[in-house]
DNA sequence: AAACGGAATTAAATTGTTTTAATAATTTAA
DNA sequence: TTAAATTATTAAAACAATTTAATTCCGTTT
């Protein structure tokens, strides 16, 4: 391991101050080009590394993003956290990530942990009962948050989500356009401000079509495949006996639809399924699955871009930036038949 | 904002030092109970946040370990991470995540960050291509080292991964035991050593069983459900006509059935088809999938505990550790019928 | 009353960088 | 040639903790 390379190791070799060597390494106009040049050559010859805690220690500035949701392995997160990944990276910001499980401790864990590094900020999609003291812990000691996916009732945080309601009333209206009366809205919680939005958005559609909103034809669950896959066997013994299903989202959907595969009927003529995200897999599911598409990387792009601009010194007004949703028709949609 | 709570602002608020502060907030038997219990209530009256840059920049240790695979969104590497996320957080270790999509620049960059930051300890899955320098460049700054799920010829670093080789032949004998002859193997790359091993361990199994072995029967691919719905039509157009498919990983096999779905065909009677990895996804698709546990949480338990162990400073010696694969039976297999 | 021992506290050095004001060196102008 | 202006370099003070050796403050013992 020899021994640490630093400022001072370079600038004994070379004879000149480490004020001088800092200045070099980072560009400033303020030292000659040849003893930059010479200095960049002997710091890479000596394979010196950037010592980053030092310096942050020094500017309060630490190029470190925290980023928290409920599950990256749920896609749904995994592809607005690529999208967060992919802007963070080209403004060369290092960023810890977390899940917190919908769990309030292990957020504030993180969120602590985020402050004692000196994080210069956050992006969150807050856990189910996140109280503002959370939110405020991190505003009061001067690392900006931004919400994404979810909104914060109280607050007045920079949010970036897309319209659920508009979202799911458009899967609503596609169905009813094809006839389908009795029509079950699968899985989710109402538990959060999307669950609310996406039930309210449910609701609103079936009323404009005047059609009377039926509660037992809301079956909530969780919102993984195996929470659709389970709630199919409820579904098929429901009196009402739907002839549709809206589900809260494409992992639901597909679940749904192979636990209605499994009791032999035909999803896209028997019954017809809709899901919300589109992710990869819905395109590629069979059948294919009509979804509405949640503009996962364009909220992740927005919110990661709100982070660095409001770093950057801009103060753009806070609030909730609905993005819209847009639907895709496949097949695992059909015109109405009796059960 | 109002300014910063450091040791010496909680030190002037009771007349003491910042040595008995920095002493009593680490619970040091140095400074007397009830002045402890005194500074411990006030720091947390004032909202003190531990400065973690300051302290690691004095005590070289900084909390953070960093973790890259390929991609967190492959629900293979999720699992593995959730393991190591268990383990990390139960050690109150902070981790930082990152993809590296087989690029070897961008894991390098991951590498140069964490030692920047003063990381004590790297978790990865070696990117393609991986050269040793890149390895050396942790080791010889004092940054330890544990592979996961990949190993790198050439090191002999402590490595954690299933045992590829033995888990194929365990889904080929079991396609060979139900009658089958016409064996294609589907997806993945030859470029890893896992690549090299699957298709070792399937040719094994072959040769043990005295069929030939056909190159034209190995169909490499992305490792994407994407991949193996889109080699569905290469694999139907093969003139030997294979009755079954080995694929690479679950995410394959389930885009492959879905494929051979699309084509009028039933997977389980006209074709069988086995997965790897046995994702949460296998049990509930339709049919449920045959698959080969690859026990991913206990490779990413092990991974975690090794490195650990390391920092602990206990020194169990290097070597590649293989997790012995396990067959899980469902119903994408069936016997043997002539296409 | 002096000496001693143990407990509690602290002074001061250390960690590796950044930054500002000051100085030294060089060039330009008069 | 000298003064002024410009350019290049550096001394030294932060930043916020940890740590070791030294000091102070007790109560005991002699």
């Not at 004692?116 to 900020?121: A, K, P, S, T, V």
């Not at 019954?271 to 364009?298: F, H, K, M």
């Not at 871009?305 to 609030?319: F, I, Q, T, V």
Request: include cysteine.
């Amino acid at each position: 391991m020899a021994q640490k390379i630093k400022l001072s190791t370079i600038a004994e070799s070379l004879g000149l101050s480490t004020a001088t060597i800092s200045l070099a390494l980072r560009d400033s106009p303020l030292v000659a080009t040849d003893t930059r040049e010479k200095i960049k050559e002997q710091a890479r010859a000596l394979g010196y590394i950037y010592n980053r805690r030092a310096a942050s220690l020094r500017t309060s500035r630490s190029g470190i993003i925290g980023v928290v949701v409920h599950d990256i392995m749920n896609p749904f997160y995994g592809e607005i956290l690529k999208a967060i990944e992919t802007e963070l990276d080209r403004n060369r910001q290092t960023f810890i990530l977390s899940n917190h499980y919908d769990s309030v401790e292990k957020q504030r864990n993180f969120i602590e942990t985020l402050l004692q590094l000196g994080g210069d900020g956050v992006i969150m999609s807050p856990a189910i009962g996140t109280p503002i003291e959370d939110v405020r812990l991190a505003e009061t000691n001067g690392m900006p948050l931004i919400l994404v996916a979810r909104s914060l009732e109280g607050t007045a945080l920079p949010t970036y989500r897309g319209d659920d309601s508009y979202g799911i009333s458009l899967a609503t209206n596609h169905l009813i356009g094809l006839g389908h009366k009795s029509i079950a809205m699968i899985g989710g919680t109402d538990q959060t401000s999307t669950g609310r939005d996406r039930y309210q958005g449910y609701v609103n559609a079936l009323r404009k079509a005047g059609i009377e909103v039926d509660p037992e034809l809301r079956i909530p669950g969780p919102r993984s495949m195996q929470g659709g896959f389970e709630a199919a066997v409820n579904f098929l013994s429901l009196p009402q006996k739907p002839t549709a299903a809206v589900c809260w989202n494409d992992l639901v959907a597909i679940g749904l639809m192979n636990g209605i595969a499994r009791a032999g009927l035909v999803v896209g003529q028997d019954i017809s399924v809709t899901g919300y995200d589109d992710l990869e897999q819905a395109s590629i599911s069979v059948p294919a699955l009509t979804t509405v598409s949640n503009q996962q990387a364009e909220v992740g792009r927005l919110a990661a871009r709100a982070l660095l601009d409001r770093l950057a010194g801009s103060h753009e007004p806070d609030g909730i930036h609905l993005i819209k949703p847009e639907m895709r028709i496949r097949q695992s949609t059909g015109l109405y038949r009796p059960r």
